[in-house]
């Protein structure tokens, strides 16, 4: 195998798969990535036995086509260090030997034979879609921070998608709070329900933000997801088990609900929670509603005590004291653009809905802290 490249060239190619790469094996072969130079350009894959990545940079001059894996890290320092104005030279000696020339930088790194890469999955040809980039992404964005990284409920430590005819739903939860959006999407036709693992979303909106695209396509097999982006493909296994029945959880009615603004609302809770030395437990805020305002308050014995007013846009319903985790109120509003958000309360134990004003389709459902 030999060919030459630029160096902006080969660096996307790595940085796409670079996640895919393993960084505590055992295992040789996992450490590197396989490299295939083909006549239609350079092709570039990484997987860690739970994702995998491979994408093709095109307009490689490839004088001798071929495979070989290197390691991925020296190859990936050593690329970043080469001059932008010269091309750089890569040229297998045998299975076991890859040498990179630019300029007057010479490097021979040990490699493996292709053949000893682990066997990537195949972009599935059934159960197919294409979906709208900027919908998938919202919709990843708007999930995830509630999935669970909780190994002993594996089954939450994905997103659940659900495709059905025109419309497509994403649910997250970690048992104290649930994520779920539905957007209207006509040009979804499959019906399919999974469970995606968090790790393998995060990684799909880390490379919507590194390739441009007005489409993905998704595949489905029993027990796999892929993502197609322009050349670029993500493979995963799905998570194996049941989903609990989210809608359950949603509540039906309320007696008590105010509207807020959006970034009032952010900025009380940023503020009052600088006095809590872990935002993600203790006793958390407290939300006092009244007709004529809201408080937003706590008290730390290290730090003293803080409260925030907040004015109402509207208000219903008796009023209410109950508190809340701050962290996980913010996930939640750093995630909206809305200029205003409804909170619905029954009592100051039973679990809250917060969502969009204008916007239905996209709840938020925290259960509370006792106090």
Same mark, same amino acid.
């Given at each position: ?5 630029? $160096? ?6 790595? +940085?796409?798969?670079? *996640?895919?790469?393993?960084?505590? %094996? ?5 450490? *590197? ?5 083909? $006549? ?12 995998? &990545? ?7 001059? &490839? ?31 045998? /299975?076991? +030997? ?51 990284? #909780? ?5 939450? *430590?994905?997103?659940?998608? &659900?495709?059905?005819?025109? %419309?497509? %739903? ?9 994520? &779920?959006?539905? @957007? ?21 909106? =880390?490379?919507? !933000?590194? /390739? ?24 995963? @296994? ?31 809770? =940023? +503020? ?15 939300? !006092? ?12 014995? !290290? ?34 653009? #809305? ?7 029954? *009592? ?6 917060? =969502? ?16």
């Amino acid at each position: 195998m030999k060919l030459l490249a630029e $160096k902006k060239a080969l660096l996307k190619g790595f +940085q796409i798969i670079q *996640n895919a790469i393993s960084t505590k %094996t055992t295992l040789m072969a996992l450490s *590197n990535f396989l490299l295939e130079a083909k $006549k239609g350009g350079l092709k570039f894959s990484a997987t860690d036995l739970e994702i995998a &990545v491979s994408t093709t940079i095109p307009d490689i001059k &490839v004088e001798t086509e071929g495979a070989i894996t290197i390691p991925a890290k020296k190859f990936g320092d050593i690329i970043k260090e080469m001059p932008e104005d010269k091309p750089i030279e890569i040229k297998v000696i045998d /299975e076991k +030997q890859t040498n990179i020339n630019c300029g007057r930088s010479h490097f021979s790194l040990i490699s493996l034979a292709a053949k000893e890469y682990p066997e990537l999955l195949e972009f599935p040809q059934d159960k197919t879609s294409v979906l709208p980039t900027e919908d998938i992404r919202e919709m990843i964005n708007k999930i995830i921070f509630a999935t669970s990284t #909780d190994d002993t409920r594996y089954v939450l *430590n994905g997103g659940y998608c &659900v495709f059905e005819k025109n %419309t497509v %739903t994403f649910v997250g939860t970690d048992g104290v709070r649930l994520a &779920v959006i539905t @957007r209207f999407i006509s040009s979804n036709k499959i019906n399919h329900s999974a469970i995606i693992p968090a790790k393998t979303l995060n990684e799909l909106v =880390r490379l919507l !933000s590194i /390739e441009e695209a007005k489409e993905i396509k998704i595949g489905f097999t029993a027990n796999q997801v892929s993502f197609k982006i322009n050349e670029t493909i993500l493979s995963s @296994r799905l998570i194996d088990g049941d989903f609990p029945n989210y809608a359950q959880v949603i509540p039906k009615k309320h007696s008590i609900q105010a509207e807020l603004k959006t970034a009032e609302f952010l900025s009380a809770v =940023r +503020q009052v929670s600088f006095l809590l030395t872990d935002r993600s437990s203790g006793n958390g805020i407290k939300l !006092s509603f009244k007709p004529k305002g809201l408080i937003v308050s706590t008290s730390s014995p !290290s730090f003293g005590s803080a409260e925030v007013e907040v004015e109402l846009v509207k208000y219903s319903g008796e009023p209410i004291e109950i508190y809340f985790n701050p962290a996980y109120l913010l996930d939640y509003l750093k995630n909206i653009e #809305d200029e205003t958000i409804l909170l619905q309360l029954t *009592n100051s134990l039973a679990p809250a809905l917060l =969502r969009p004003a204008p916007d239905e389709n996209y709840l938020y459902i925290l259960v509370p802290l006792r106090v």
